[in-house]
């Protein structure tokens, strides 16, 4: 039990706070309810601000007087058990209140999950293999350069059924789409044959079906090749496709870098021993699967997806505290700005690169 009277158990991650709010704080708390209450509340044959506590109490309503003191108690005693003990939960804490009587006494049991406690030697080596160097293929270029054409393609209104490469517009809920009459695709090849005005039933390759309005079929008149270079600003067609080509080569070095920093702190993480705490994970993936509305048959896959974008997330934290790696306010806000992204993501993203270069700089001077 900690001075504050709060007593800890903690096995691992996983922690359960037990708190007891002493009785004359609690009749503090309920004081101060009250006045706020005669404040607000108007009670016949009063002036506001005077009516006798009885009265406002039976206004406000016992039952619901009762659920806000303990509320606000919680909340309150719950901040600063965290606060003093230097605790962080990393999953929501779950209360489960074991004494309660106004006025007298209110004891709460409080579980959640911190990340795990983690010691960085200065001379940690793990093996990062080197990936193979960045290639970009002449198929994959010229992949690029015809998806570019296309989308500078101008659309002609056709009367007739889609075919083979024509783009069809949707309406559905006052929501428009667009896609390809295509035999190469399953939602294209359900588009094959429809007419503007038609209704058309569009069935995913999961079994969902949904019923769109056709508001247009248009046949695509593609640009020449030096007409498609000029709309996006290049002299040439070849100055096109060699831009294209440099373009390509920065993306496939990015992924190239990440996938190293990837397997660093892979690497970090089972040097270190670190596993994601058992409530973080089950929150995380239960988040994901309603926002990805998967399947369960899909839980296993995507637990271990979760466990393994965790798992990085914990180690490159903790060698971000321990190597003093917090990225810099400034380029924080300058890539949320050019990125379209909240900070918060991006603060995260840049911990884990600072921290992922670190454990690559450490395993280089072992080589």
């Known amino acids: 039990m900690t001075e504050g009277g709060f007593t800890v158990e903690r096995e691992g991650s996983e922690v359960v706070l037990s708190i007891e709010v002493p009785a004359e704080e609690i009749r503090k708390k309920e004081q101060d309810l009250l006045a706020a209450a005669r404040a607000q509340l108007t009670v016949p044959g009063f002036r506001p601000g005077k009516a006798p506590e009885d009265l406002i109490l039976r206004q406000y309503g016992p039952d619901e007087f009762a659920r ?17 003990l230097d605790l962080h939960p990393v999953t929501t804490p779950a209360v489960e209140t074991t004494a309660f009587t106004p006025g007298e006494r209110l004891a709460f049991r409080v579980r959640f999950a911190v990340l795990p406690e983690v010691v960085i030697p200065d001379d940690l080596a793990v093996e990062v293999p080197e990936p193979p160097p960045a290639e970009v293929t002449d198929d994959e270029v010229q992949a690029v350069l015809a998806d570019l054409r296309r989308e500078a393609a101008v659309l002609e209104p056709k009367d007739g059924p889609a075919t083979e490469g024509d783009v069809v517009r949707l309406e559905r809920a006052g929501r428009d789409w667009e896609g390809e009459a295509t035999a190469s695709r399953p939602i294209g090849r359900q588009l094959l044959g429809v007419r503007a005005g038609e209704r058309v039933t569009l069935t995913e390759e999961g079994g969902r079906s949904e019923v769109f309005s056709v508001t247009g ?41 990440q996938a190293r920093r990837l397997a660093a702190l892979d690497a970090a993480a089972d040097a270190l021993g670190i596993e994601v705490p058992p409530t973080l994970l089950a929150e995380a993936v239960a988040a994901e699967l309603k926002e990805l509305r998967l399947h369960a048959d899909q839980r296993p896959r995507l637990e271990e997806a979760v466990r393994r974008k965790l798992r990085r997330e914990i180690v490159a934290q903790r060698v971000a505290e321990a190597k003093g790696l917090r990225p810099d306010e400034d380029e924080v806000k300058r890539r949320a700005e050019e990125q379209g992204r909240e900070e918060s993501a991006v603060w995260v993203a840049l911990v884990l690169e600072k921290a992922a270069d670190w454990v690559i700089s450490q395993a280089r001077r072992h080589e």
């Open 217 to 257: 079929v248009y046949r695509l008149l593609l640009p020449t090749q030096e007409e498609a270079a000029g709309s996006y600003g290049h002299p040439s067609w070849e100055a096109f496709e060699q831009a294209v080509r440099e373009e390509l080569g920065r993306v496939a070095e990015a992924r190239r870098l």
């Open 68 to 84: 806000d003191l303990k509320e606000d108690l919680i909340r309150e005693w719950l901040s600063r058990a965290l606060g003093e």
